[in-house]
């Protein structure tokens, strides 16, 4: 087990991610500053994002990206070490 201290939107990020499971997050969805940015930031980190790209319609209609954690992660609030 590989244990990663994060902070910030990274941390932010895969706790969205984390949360979202197999639906994943959008910049739509969940919108934040730079999502391609912390993904990417992850990815350097060791953690499998898929990118999905999407079509949207609406007033300004084009594509996004929707990201879906692939990797196992636990949050370490989550985990019971034994004594």
Not at 29 to 47: A, C, E, H, N, Q
Not at 57 to 74: D, Q, T
Request: proline letters at 5%; aromatic letters at 8%.
């Amino acid at each position: 087990m590989q244990l990663l201290e994060l902070a910030g939107r990274e941390e932010w990020a895969l706790s969205h991610l984390l949360a979202a499971g197999s639906h994943g997050c959008t910049p739509i969805d969940t919108p934040g500053p730079r999502w391609s940015d912390y993904v990417f930031k992850l990815r350097r980190r060791g953690i499998d994002i898929a990118t999905i790209t999407e079509s949207h319609g609406g007033a300004f209609p084009g594509r996004h990206a929707r990201y879906i954690l692939r990797s196992k992660v636990n949050h370490l609030s989550d985990l019971q070490v034994a004594a």
